[in-house]
Structure formats: structure tokens, C-alpha cells
């Protein structure tokens, strides 16, 4: 029986499906659809800066687009004579987005009722995705000779596994096949691990805000800097945008301690601020002063930690149940939830990270060593602190819940109840 409260998730059930063509016809145009998709929304972006000065010939716009969609999955390129390998992640995430409503859409019409839903299954349209998906993407690299084919193959085919993976697995209703004797607390690591990334990355994205906050000045004096009208002031502003969840990654990085660079010789963290020279970038503006930042900022750990302590809960809450759990064990529940949580945060901080140059400005981004340390410790020790907290909280109300009512004492032999006789007026005959 559900829980009351919870709403149930839509079932695959309630899925209509109508098979036109084979599901690998369907899938495959699916894919090339969300290839030419990435690249049309890349395509307008610069287009959009050359009707402004139509004197440049039509092929540098197009051929910026192909360096910024292939940037997007993973290829550096060559812009102007700077490299540039650091992903627009928002374009990323907004071409695998397309892509996951293409392929839903192709697969409901790709079968004439719901498939099995297996993990072959599964996985089998998620290998022609990537497949397909890699291959137009590398062979428009090696086409245009501009980005890297070996890394836009390698880019291209994560992307597509992964957003074929998330749009058949739900609409077939696959679930995680966990052996019988898996603890509860494992089954939900999935959902607690989501939930304390989700704080994290929330907390970035708060940090970033308040930056560009409180620098909005020295944004738009590189801003007027630039000298570019209203049509290059807004294309320079959606451009930026593109990076702004690398920005929210940094952030983390920020966050936790570990800190970011911004090139050669340069540091952004909680403890020290050391800036280089830094190209003209708006959103570069927001970087702090130069030194020792205030000792209030340290205030900024407790939202690791509170990330642990969320991603903790959600673990422990599923191990205990009626039968007690001992605090140590909702505290080892807890470390392990939030170490996990630490390490998926440092593996996407690494595909945050890029060069923007080829002498000074390379390596931006987080500091992977110092986050893979201390973004499993912080988050960890909020795991652990949760962990303990909530396990010895609801064994004290299991532990009231079972003890006996003190004060009403029940006799072990109770007194025989005596038998009224019987009425004579009341029996038979008698009436």
C-alpha cells in the first residue's frame, strides 16, 4: 500500500503507443534529428550577430555554430585563433533535453503496445541512440575539419547513451533489478545521492548569483567596455549564458573549500584570492579582490554539509523501520551516503573544467584534488551527523511507541465475576 500523502508516479501504462516503423527506424531518425536540432539551435545564436553586420561572408557565422555545437559535446575547437575546450554545458543540457522528447516520441511509435521492459531492452535503444548520435556528430567534425573526431565521437556517444538511456527507461517503466537481500538504505542511495546534489548544486548557483550581485558594477563597466550596440549586447549575454551551470559547478567548488582557477597562478577559494590577468569577460568581473577573503565566508560550509545531512536522511529514513537500528549504523549509513555524493560532485566538476587559451588561461575550473578531499569529508561528516541524529531519534519513539503504560497495574489472577441467580418469573412457563 502507497503511503498517504504521496502522489504515485504515471505508469508506463498510460502511455499511448502506435507502431509506424520499426523502433531502430524510428530512433535513428530520432537521433539525427536531435544532432541537426543542437546545431540549428547553435546556428541561430550566430546568426543573429551577422544580420547585424551582413558584410562578413555567410560562411563565419556557420561555421562559428559548427565550433560552438561541437564545443557542446565535448570537442575543443579553434575560435579566433583561441582554443577552447570548456562544454557550454546549457547548450549541452538543452540539446540532450530535444533529444529526450525525439525519442520518446519514436519509441511510442515504434511498438504497437508497451515492450517488455528489460535492461536489454533498455540498453539496446540507448546503444542506437548513442551510436547514431556519435557518428553524425564526429563525422560533422572530420567534415568540416574544425573540432577534434576522437573526442567529438567519445562526447557524442555519452550523450546520447545517456539521454537515450533516460527517455526509454521510464517510458518502458524499467526499474533497478536489486537482489532480494539488498538493504533498503542501498536501494534509495540513488534518490539520496540526487537530493544532496541537488542542494549542492542550488547552493553554487546562490553563490554565483550573489557574486555577480555584488560586482554588478565592475560587470558592466567590462560590459560597456566591449563598446558593442544593443543586438552585440544581447548575443554577448545569451552567449555568456551558455557557461552559467559551469559557473554553478565552480561554485560548488567554492563551496566546499576546494576552490577554482581562472588560469596560471590563480586561485579562488574560501582562504585566498589570487588573481592573473583575465581577459575582458563580463562574468569574469565577479571574481572577488585580491587576498585574504573575510573569515565570515567560512558561514558557506554549512550548505555541504547540510547537503550530506539531506542526502543522509533520505538513506537512513528508508533502513529504519519498526525494528530499532543502532546509531552506529545510521552513521555509517550516513558517511557512505555522503562520501558518494562527494565523488559524483568532483566527477562533474571535471567536465565543468576547460581551457579558454593556450598559454595563461588553461585549466579553469575547479581544483579536482582539493575537491576530491574535501567535498566527501564536508558532505560525509553531514551524513554522519544526520545519520546518528535521526537514527537515535526514531529509536527513542519506536521505544515509546512498545513500552507498556506505566501506572495501570493489570492483575495476573482476576477475581471469578459471580453468577446472579436465576429469576424464577423469568422462566419458561412462568411468563
Not at 564545443?71 to 579566433?80: D, H, I, M, Q
Request: aromatic share 6%.
Amino acid at each position: 500500500m502507497a503511503r498517504r500523502g504521496r502522489r504515485q508516479p504515471k505508469t508506463a501504462a498510460t502511455v499511448v503507443w502506435r507502431h509506424l516503423l520499426p523502433w531502430p527506424v524510428d530512433v535513428v531518425a530520432a537521433a539525427i534529428v536531435m544532432a541537426l536540432a543542437g546545431w540549428l539551435v547553435s546556428a541561430a545564436i550566430c546568426m543573429v550577430g551577422w544580420l547585424s553586420d551582413i558584410s562578413q561572408p555567410l560562411q563565419a557565422p556557420l561555421s562559428l555554430a559548427t565550433s560552438l555545437f561541437l564545443l557542446a559535446n565535448g570537442s575543443p575547437v579553434v575560435v579566433a585563433g583561441v582554443k577552447m575546450s570548456i562544454m557550454p554545458m546549457l547548450l549541452t543540457l538543452g540539446i540532450g533535453t530535444a533529444g529526450w522528447g525525439l525519442i520518446r516520441v519514436a519509441l511510442r511509435h515504434g511498438f504497437a503496445d508497451r515492450p517488455n521492459a528489460t535492461t536489454g531492452r533498455v540498453a539496446g535503444a540507448a546503444g542506437v541512440v548513442a551510436g547514431v548520435y556519435g557518428m553524425v556528430v564526429a563525422g560533422l567534425a572530420g567534415a568540416t575539419q574544425i573540432g577534434s573526431t576522437i573526442h567529438t565521437l567519445i562526447g557524442g556517444v555519452v550523450i546520447g547513451f545517456v539521454t537515450g538511456w533516460a527517455a526509454a527507461a521510464p517510458l518502458f517503466g524499467w526499474r533497478v533489478g536489486w537482489p532480494e537481500r539488498t538493504p533498503a538504505w542501498v536501494r534509495a542511495c540513488p534518490r539520496a545521492c540526487g537530493a544532496g546534489l541537488g542542494v549542492l548544486f542550488a547552493g553554487g548557483t546562490l553563490v554565483m548569483s550573489v557574486a555577480l550581485i555584488l560586482a554588478r558594477e565592475r560587470v558592466g563597466a567590462l560590459q560597456a567596455g566591449l563598446e558593442a550596440d544593443g543586438v552585440g549586447t544581447a548575443i554577448l549575454a545569451v552567449a555568456q549564458s551558455l557557461w552559467t551551470p559551469n559557473l554553478a559547478i565552480w561554485g560548488v567548488a567554492w563551496l566546499v573549500g576546494a576552490g577554482f582557477t581562472l588560469g596560471v597562478d590563480t586561485i579562488v577559494s574560501l582562504m585566498a584570492v589570487e588573481l592573473g590577468m583575465l581577459p575582458s569577460i563580463p562574468l569574469f568581473g565577479a571574481a572577488p579582490d585580491i587576498g585574504a577573503p573575510s573569515q565570515w565566508l567560512v558561514v558557506w560550509l554549512a550548505i555541504p554539509v547540510i547537503a550530506g545531512m539531506v542526502a543522509a536522511w533520505v538513506a537512513v529514513r528508508a533502513q529504519v523501520t519498526s525494528p530499532p537500528v543502532l546509531i552506529e549504523t545510521g552513521a555509517a549509513i550516513g558517511c557512505a551516503v555522503g562520501v558518494l555524493t562527494g565523488l559524483l560532485a568532483t566527477a562533474v566538476a571535471a567536465a565543468s573544467r576547460g581551457d579558454l587559451g593556450a598559454v595563461r588561461l588553461v585549466g579553469l575550473g575547479p581544483l579536482l584534488a582539493n575537491m576530491a578531499l574535501l567535498a566527501p569529508a564536508l558532505i560525509g561528516f553531514g551524513g554522519v551527523v544526520c545519520g546518528a541524529i535521526f537514527t537515535r531519534s526514531r529509536g527513542r519513539l519506536v521505544a515509546k511507541a512498545t513500552q507498556p503504560v506505566v501506572g495501570v497495574a493489570k492483575p495476573e489472577n482476576p477475581p471469578p465475576v459471580a453468577t446472579p441467580p436465576p429469576q424464577p418469573w423469568l422462566q419458561k412457563g412462568n411468563a
